[in-house]
T-cell receptor, first 112, second 116 residues
Framework: QQQVKQSPQSLIVQKGGISIINCAYE??????FPWYQQFPGKGPALLIA?????SEKKEGRFTISFNKSAKQFSLHIMDSQPGDSATYFC???????????FGQGTRLTINP | DADVTQTPRNRITKTGKRIMLECSQT?????MYWYRQDPGLGLRLIYY???????NKGEISDGYSVSRQAQAKFSLSLESAIPNQTALYFC???????????????FGPGTRLTVL
């Protein structure tokens, strides 16, 4: 079963718009929620991560919003640029496990 | 130079053949992982190793085996490849760090494997 569910599978946004990708999880033992970004032909790379003791984390144009009660978290990309076109994966892990459980991935396309 | 390298980058093989994918890292990390990526399924963990003498199964280990030859090398083998093992395979590493800490995983460039 998929422990982390990600949506949408694909997303097209106009340049300058806001891109929003959502993830939901079931296991309340998860306590670390990273987002990875993958460009074509490359491996994923860590973009931004959050722990459940905060509701939001912002790094530049990228923001994670976290809703612990709903067991959901989302990635917001403000002022989306063509260079943001990539596949994005949410993930989760438990303290001490050192294993990541990934969502299904979202292919984001930013039209110029 | 890349910190995490994978060889080969592309491989086409036939059903029933044995194949080995290799991963090397120069990051000095203790922990190494093998994932496969399939469209619509994301990244799924095959095997992971926290040091040379430690091997653990991931969520989809059936049909695969691994070998941790040294701290820097972690190989994935398909003893008898089948078409549904066609996928993109990634190796990743992370620092052991503090006990219980969450540490960033660094991924290699991937191996695209096709089993005919």
């Amino acid at each position: 079963q998929q422990q982390v569910k990600q949506s949408p599978q694909s997303l097209i946004v106009q340049k300058g718009g806001i891109s929003i990708i959502n993830c939901a999880y079931e296991n309340t033992a998860f306590d670390y929620f990273p987002w990875y970004q993958q460009f074509p032909g490359k491996g994923p790379a860590l973009l931004i991560a959050i722990r459940p003791d905060v509701s939001e984390k912002k790094e530049g144009r990228f923001t994670i919003s976290f809703n612990k009660s709903a067991k959901q978290f989302s990635l917001h990309i403000m002022d989306s640029q063509p260079g943001d076109s990539a596949t994005y994966f949410c993930a989760a892990s438990m303290r001490g496990a050192q294993k990541l459980v990934f969502g299904q991935g979202t292919r984001l396309t930013i039209n110029p | 130079d890349a910190d995490v390298t994978q060889t080969p980058r592309n491989r086409i093989t036939k059903t029933g053949k044995r194949i080995m994918l290799e991963c090397s890292q120069t990051k000095g990390h203790d922990r190494m992982y093998w994932y496969r990526q399939d469209p619509g399924l994301g990244l799924r963990l095959i095997y992971y190793s926290f040091d040379v003498k430690d091997i653990n199964k991931g969520e989809i280990s059936d049909g695969y085996s691994v070998s941790r030859q040294a701290q820097a090398k972690f190989s994935l083998s398909l003893e008898s490849a089948i078409p549904n093992q066609t996928a993109l395979y990634f190796c990743a590493t992370s620092d052991g760090g503090r006990a219980g800490a969450h540490n960033e995983q660094f991924f290699g460039p991937g191996t695209r494997l096709t089993v005919l």
